[in-house]
């Protein structure tokens, strides 16, 4: 078993905009690109070119179709990776002491040299965010990029994890969610950010912003008609209304 | 207990490289990041004009297409029948000797025996000056089964497009409307411009049968009947023209409304504009109400003008757009139905345009002086834009499609606007402004201009004197007279026939006309390996080069291995497809940031080498090679005096120049320092109304662009339509042949119109989209993106599955008038109620690409392609009629319908193809990648 601290003296974490991704996965390669060559061991991949491709990714992108009641269905994008609870059942279950959450900034990571690979994080995680890295045999998880965010050998506008970088719909957020002042604690105060799965109790700094409301526009068409109300009926009567709007001009 | 101590600073890598990606067409710049030595970690180069840092799926993921176990490894001479894959590997001067000796006697007999065609190439301005050198005729990429029709309509209406030519004015629009397939061309800019608006709110709305990608995160999405998005646009014009909601100054100071028109029957000119004595068209100054020509200076054309001559009233255009689209056959009543749409939907999306466009207008401060000398304090915005590609292009009514789009932009004032689409340099460019297309093959002789142009009227087909066409293609002829990209879809298939003639030798580039590119990709296998009566085969040579070990390979004679983009000279220059953004011109490189480990070459400096070989002019003067590869060319080729390749960095009188200079020996490395491009700012005034804006028109004579200043007027009625439907009418000295009449007179409407594509035999409709992490990514075989999309079952809409009783996972025969496939099927609710979908290019042919050959691309696997036949049914006539548009040529991929019906389970989709040989090593079982300690 393995402590959590009592606080941490910043909550790092993402805001995701589900009203914003589009679905594309740059989150999730940028993520395999830069943690397959950085931090730990290399992410594997079994049978990369066979029947069952598999590997780890620390960052997956799932879509889901809705069926309201009214309205056509939709389709919500959700990129979901380690949400760095503040109570990480992760953490408190790992038998070695190899999962741990960072006292200065909030991290969960995985100390890989300590870790057996006994998968029992990965099961007490409630969001199915750890993969067991078959070749290497150790969890792996979002690191939150701690190798890139602090990182002095980066330029300063670089030291934010991969997959923010690299979101071209700029879905993704950065920042320290402790801090009510921070821009991704604003964020979430104004779109209604929202914690996953809160009856886990896990208490997640990752935040998510939901969809905005969709396919609206038919209830509007009382507003919107008056505005087509014809000039004429007949073309020659368009004609007339042309002359005298072309008067006007 | 404690921490670990991290080392928070970690080394990244040794070095970092900066170059243009190549995952596919949007070209974004990229940081290659080295370590040892080797490719590390690829990200964003923020400082690029196009993707400005962020990078998409397939740009992460080019280290494992760098990688890729596929890759071709040296060059191969075929020692099996062709299909089977079985290939010897042999030294680049024997492959080149045996080139060499295929078509040096070629050129000298019959150069249009030689068909050059390239597939996603992005060097076609170097590709087209090669074939023009050698003399053919038969070249061209792979516009014509792409997005010609959007391309075309676009140039022919306004001066260009959407993408390469022009994008919505993502930091100004309020309202962004985008049709159909969409997951795709200008990848990260799209995604960019989106992330925009949902940040300060503004409505997207997505018309797409198919709800995903863009689709999915739009706030209206019109999940509308395939084929029919120019009857609903039409419908949304009735309803702005109707209520009066059109931009009047606008279209009286910049478009061709005003301009009168022979209103005589009996003139040859009927229907064509009244011109004045220097053949300028003319229109009524409201000021004067005298007739006066479009550019005079001072005039205020008159939208409502008209004459009376000699008994016979001659009309502006705005009476014949208010005569056609007033008509109650465009009301929402009448169209909703066929559209999959209500009345009430489309009359709410009119009125949100006309709302955001002008109860919503902004206003710029920005002085700036139009070509009429007319000097004005401000510019005036109509925030709603638009972007399309394929998805409304590949219908055989896509052409008149994208030019109802292109006029509803136009009516509502919103091209080149603030908060509307902008032009990307060197467009704006009128269809007047471009070449002509050129055709006559002489021996040894270069052709005497480029291959694909812009005919003005049917005396610029490319037709012999006895009326056969000049192409193998039959690109320019009266089967579709502006088929500005070629047809590359009809090559194979018209070689086969020899129909218009036969050639001796198909070289292709980058085009996987054995699998996913070819429509009737079965009979197109056969095709490349029948053979005549003496057992020759029917095309008798085929030079391939592709990098990689694709389905096409299989089926060459030669095979040129490419490199892989990271060790490869390249240039994207503004004499081709640029990627410039509206508010810069811009240009690019790629360099070798890698050299090949493989006995491989870059194609075009291939092509180098084989036309000093062959003595071609352009390339060889007074027997001396003039390039020594493609480098050397990106360097000093001038297309005409001062004009290269690229932009940047070039030799002035008193220094370094931009546009217009002299050959620079540093230009590369100059390149290189940059980061990979270089972009050429436009001056604050000349930022919008780029056709008519003086500060505009000179920055584009400074860049070479033109050479003196060409303002314009928008063509919403097209003189060049008119001409050839005048001859379909009889008139003139150029005539369609008889069974072509009818459709000449009916398609080549001035303005835009609708006809109906679909077929009522079948009754549902079947689309294809490539994923945002895939598309325009050559093969999936990527170890990464195969992970993410390794399947592509059948997606039927909710009823269909009830109707046959279907659940995800079963199987489904889908059957068109071509053919039957048996597929995997799986649920979608967000979808139109008459269509099916998949993704395409995820079905491989067992042994290509370096896969296993039960992986499940090859196994579950499957391509629509087959259910989609190049021709249309036969009519009985004894005419091989192409699935195309007939105004362009445009493959019609997306007029497919089909049948479905419950199949008993399988193992594996059908048709079966068989497996083909590999020629690389088998992959391995796992990746631990990890260059660095």
């Known amino acids: 078993m393995t402590d959590l601290p009592q606080q941490t003296q910043r909550q790092l974490g993402l805001v995701i905009d589900l009203d914003t991704c589009v679905g594309c996965h740059a989150c999730v390669v940028s993520c395999k690109g830069w943690n397959t060559e950085n931090y730990g061991a290399p992410l594997s991949d079994q049978q990369p070119y066979g029947a069952d491709p598999s590997g780890t990714f620390l960052n997956r992108v799932h879509s889901y179709e809705l069926t309201p009641e009214t309205g056509p269905a939709q389709l919500v994008h959700f990129p979901k990776s380690c949400l760095h609870c503040a109570d990480a059942p992760c953490v408190t279950v790992c038998p070695t002491g190899a999962s741990y959450k960072r006292v200065e900034d909030g991290i969960v990571l995985v100390n890989e040299s300590d870790c057996i690979g006994c998968g029992l994080c990965a099961w007490a995680c409630p969001y199915g965010a750890r993969e067991l890295d078959l070749a290497e045999g150790v969890m792996k998880k979002c690191t939150l990029c701690v190798d890139r965010i602090y990182n002095e050998n980066l330029p300063e506008r670089d030291r934010e994890p991969a997959c923010v970088r690299t979101c071209p719909a700029g879905a993704r957020h950065f920042g320290d969610l402790g801090d009510p002042d921070s821009a991704v604690s604003a964020l979430v105060a104004e779109r209604g950010g929202m914690d996953l799965m809160p009856e886990q109790g896990t208490r997640p700094v990752n935040k998510y912003l939901p969809p905005r409301p969709k396919d609206q526009i038919d209830e509007q068409v009382d507003i919107l008609a008056p505005l087509l109300t014809p000039v004429a009926e007949e073309p020659k009567g368009f004609l007339g209304w042309l002359d005298r709007a072309l008067d006007k001009l | ?933």
């Open chain 2, 1 to 933: 207990m404690t921490q670990p101590q991290l080392d928070l600073s970690p080394p990244v890598s040794d070095e970092v490289r900066k170059t243009t990606c190549y995952m596919c067409a949007c070209r974004c710049g990229i940081n290659v990041h080295m370590t040892s030595g080797k490719v590390a970690y690829i990200e964003g180069n923020r400082d690029h004009p196009v993707n400005k840092g962020v990078l998409c799926a397939k740009g992460s993921a080019g280290i494992m297409q760098h990688n890729a176990p596929s890759r071709l490894r040296a060059p191969l001479k075929r020692v099996g029948p062709r299909g089977s894959g079985e290939f010897e590997e042999i030294s680049w001067d024997e492959a080149l000797d045996m080139a060499e000796s295929w078509l040096r006697p070629l050129r000298e007999s019959a150069p249009e025996k030689l068909a050059f065609f390239t597939g996603r190439d992005q060097s076609q301005s170097f590709t087209s000056f090669w074939a023009q050198n050698y003399g053919t005729p038969n070249y061209a990429a792979h516009g014509g089964f792409c997005s010609v029709n959007m391309a075309t309509a676009g140039i022919y209406t306004m001066g260009g497009a959407f993408w390469e030519f022009g994008s919505p004015d993502w930091e100004h629009t309020k309202l962004f409307m985008l049709f159909g397939v969409a997951e795709d061309h200008d990848s990260n800019p799209i995604k960019m411009g989106i992330g925009k608006l949902k940040a300060r709110g503004a409505t997207v709305i997505g018309v797409n049968p198919i709800r995903s990608g863009y689709n999915a995160v739009a706030d209206e999405w019109v999940g509308i009947t395939p084929g029919t998005d120019g009857l609903f646009i039409l419908s949304l014009i009735h309803c702005l023209l109707k209520a009066g909601k059109i931009d009047l100054d606008y279209l009286a100071r910049y478009t061709n409304a005003p301009v009168l028109l022979d209103g005589d029957p009996k003139s040859p000119d009927y229907g064509l504009a009244l011109r004045d004595e220097d053949g300028k068209p003319q229109v009524v100054d409201r000021a004067t109400g005298k007739l006066a020509a479009w550019d005079a200076p001072g005039i205020k054309p008159d939208l409502r003008g008209h004459i009376r001559r000699a008994g016979v009233t001659h009309a502006s255009v705005m009476h014949k757009i208010a005569e056609t689209y007033l008509s109650d056959d465009y009301a929402p009543e009448a169209v909703a139905t066929r559209c999959g749409l209500t009345p009430t939907r489309i009359r709410a999306i009119a009125g949100l345009l006309a709302k955001t466009a002008f109860d919503e207008a902004i206003v710029i401060d920005q002085p700036w002086t139009d070509f009429r000398g007319e000097r004005h304090e401000q510019m005036i915005g109509r925030p709603v834009s638009f972007h399309a590609m394929r998805g409304i292009s590949a219908h055989a009514n896509g052409f008149q499609t994208c030019r109802a789009l292109h006029l509803l932009q136009i009516l509502l004032g919103a091209v080149e606007t603030p908060g509307g689409m902008r032009f990307k340099p060197p467009y704006p460019k009128p269809a007047h402004a471009h070449p002509k297309p050129h055709a006559k093959a002489t021996p040894m002789s270069p052709l005497e201009g480029p291959h694909l142009g812009f005919p003005m009227g049917p005396e610029d087909l490319c037709l012999s004197d006895n009326g056969q066409p000049q192409r193998i293609d039959k690109a320019f002829t009266w089967e579709n007279p502006l088929s500005a990209h070629g047809l590359m879809h009809m090559v194979i298939s018209n070689a086969h026939a020899g129909d218009p003639y036969t050639i001796d030798t198909l070289m292709l580039y980058m085009a996987n006309m054995a699998w996913n590119s070819s429509m009737n990709t079965r009979a197109v296998m056969e095709m490349l390996t029948d053979t005549d009566q003496n057992g020759d085969y029917i095309i008798p040579r085929i030079i391939y080069s592709d990098a990689y070990s694709s389905e096409m390979v299989a089926y060459a004679d030669l095979i040129l291995p490419d490199t892989t983009y990271l060790e490869r000279h390249d240039c994207i220059s503004l004499l081709d497809r640029p990627i410039s953004e509206p508010e810069a011109a811009a240009d690019a490189i790629r360099w070798p940031v890698v050299e090949p480990d493989r006995d491989v070459r870059g194609f075009q400096s291939v092509l180098v080498d084989l036309a000093n070989r062959l003595d071609l002019p352009g390339f060889v003067k007074d027997g001396q090679p003039l390039y020594r590869d493609y480098a050397d060319y990106i360097t000093n080729h001038q297309r005409k005096p001062g004009i290269g390749p690229l932009a940047g960095w070039r030799m002035g009188e008193t220094g370094l120049t931009d546009g217009r200079g002299a050959p620079n020996e540093a230009q590369l490395d100059s390149y290189i320092a940059n980061g990979g491009f270089k972009t050429f700012p436009i001056p604050e005034a000349a930022q919008y109304y780029k056709p008519w804006n003086s500060a505009y028109q000179d920055y584009a004579v400074g860049m070479g662009f033109y050479d003196s200043p060409q303002p314009y007027l928008f063509q919403l009625w097209s003189e060049p339509l008119r001409r050839f439907q005048r001859a379909g009418e009889g008139i003139g000295p150029h005539q369609p042949p008889e069974y072509l009449r009818q459709q000449v007179v009916e398609k080549f409407t001035p303005l835009p119109t609708w006809y109906d594509t679909a077929s009522d035999d079948f009754p549902t409709h079947a689309l294809t989209q490539r994923p945002m992490a895939m598309y325009h990514s050559w093969g999936s075989q990527n170890a990464w993106l195969r992970q993410l999309h390794g399947h592509n079952p059948l997606y039927l809409p909710t009823k269909l599955m009830r109707q046959n009783d279907l659940k995800d996972g079963d199987w489904a025969h889908v059957t068109s008038p071509h053919g039957r496939i048996t597929v995997p099927v799986a649920e979608m609710a967000a979808l139109n109620e008459h269509t099916v979908w998949t993704w395409n290019a995820i079905g491989k042919r067992k042994g290509a690409w370096a896969l296993d050959t039960d992986a499940p691309e090859a196994t579950k696997g499957f391509l629509l392609n087959h259910l989609i036949h190049e021709l249309l049914p036969p009519k009985g006539d004894g005419l091989r009629w192409s699935n195309s548009d007939p105004i362009t040529g445009q493959a019609a991929w997306f007029d497919l319908k089909v049948r479905i019906e419950k199949a008993p389970p399988q193992e594996i989709s059908k048709p079966d193809t068989d497996a083909q040989a590999s020629p690389v090593p088998a992959p391995p079982t796992e990746l631990r990648w990890k260059v660095g300690k």
